[in-house]
């Protein structure tokens, strides 16, 4: 294929100067409205701001005095992002109402029991029902142990899949974790503490389908030891963990069917502006092998308000076609050949994150070079793709 380096150029530049103009002059007024300390020292009472009232509409019932329900609230969110790809395979761009949500939490019983149910839409809100995300219930005994029944995320990968996807910082996670087809399913899970000790275990079905699926695809079983770390190292946060999921795969299966065995260990330390998370993936049986990592280093530019955001993927699998380009948005590029494979990816991600009302409101924008090598078939990929987009949730 013949390529266009002008045009590329153009088109990239183009896409950088949007997505920066979305943020940059927004800096100017960072530091309006922030509270000061009394000169006196003493504890005074903070109006609630316009924001915090209207977000406190989706609480529709709270009483503690109630030993039957203390809280029910609406849950929600919408992810949208604007994408412009630029690549040696070819050019793409659009929009895509990537995350839309709607569901509830309610607790009950002294707060033992919680009960949340969210469904979701598709890109452009057609269908407008596409299945439950989370549907579960779950036992809370005391602070130090639950027992969660129903459809919910399976215990792997720490931050780069189990954090919500809310306070994600990046816009799309990494290739190394999608590559492993790791997804909700319907299980039952035991979590607990001891200590700076934290432990998982689960069971979750192979099959699913847009709510609950039918249990008839074989099982994968899970687990995972966690260590806090911030006493030691004197950190704000430093968590260890890792975690272990073996699948019974059949042919039926719908989930977990990729690898047999899925690994994964996550470092996650941040103390005052900055943090680093190092992740680290390796799946095997069933396909050919892959062994990934990511680094993902934040620092607050200004605290709480602009924050910059970089990230480096690092990929390798067990033959010519063991890894595969991001469906969004590098498998969109329209002359890319052999389905996108390779056998050794890397990425580079610099964005920003402006923070409007916290991680409720948002706006990101950000820039990724990925690069895929060994195709057997000439699948290799090589790009750029810019990216803008709004987040909130409530």
Known sequence: MSTHPQRRTSSFLRAGAISASLLLPLTSGLQAGAPSSAADGATRFVEPSALDQLWGLATLYKDEG????????????????????????????????????FGFDARLFDKKIELRADFQSSDGFDPFYNG????????????????????????????????????????????????LRVDRASGI?????????????????????????????????????????????????ADLRFDYLHSDIQEQSTVLNRYEHVFSSTLWLKEGRWSLVTEAYAGSGHSPDVLGFIVQPTYDLVLKKLQLVARYTFSTGNGPDSLTAQTRYEREA???????????????????????????????????????????????????????????YF
Do not use: C, M
Not at 220 to 226: C, M
Not at 339 to 355: E, N, T
Not at 371 to 388: I, P
């Open 132 to 179: 439950l995300v989370d549907a579960f219930l779950k036992w809370k005994p005391s602070e130090d142990f639950s027992l969660t029944l129903g459809r919910q995320k399976v215990q792997i990968g720490a931050f780069d899949f189990l954090q919500p996807s809310t306070h994600y910082s990046t816009f799309e996670r990494s290739q190394i974790f999608n590559q």
């Open 334 to 392: 329209p002359d890319l050949t052999g389905s996108g494979k390779g056998d050794r990816y890397q990425a580079g991600y610099l964005g920003l994150q402006y923070f409007i009302y916290g991680e409720k409101l948002k706006l990101l924008a950000g820039v990724e070079y990925a690069d895929l090598r060994g195709g057997g078939n000439g699948g290799d990929y090589d790009g750029f793709t810019a990216l803008t987009g709004i987040r909130f």
């Open 66 to 101: 109630n030993p039957f329900l203390q809280e029910f609230k609406l849950r929600g969110r919408y992810h949208g992002q604007y994408h412009w790809l630029d690549s040696e395979q070819g050019n793409d761009e659009g929009w895509e109402d990537r995350r839309s949500r």
């Open 189 to 237: 899970v035991g979590e607990g503490k001891l200590g700076s000790l934290t432990y998982q275990a689960g069971v979750y079905s192979n099959d699913i389908d847009l709510e609950f699926g039918q249990f008839g695809a074989g099982l994968a079983y899970g687990a995972g030891v966690g260590y806090d770390l911030k006493h030691a190292l004197n950190l704000e946060k």
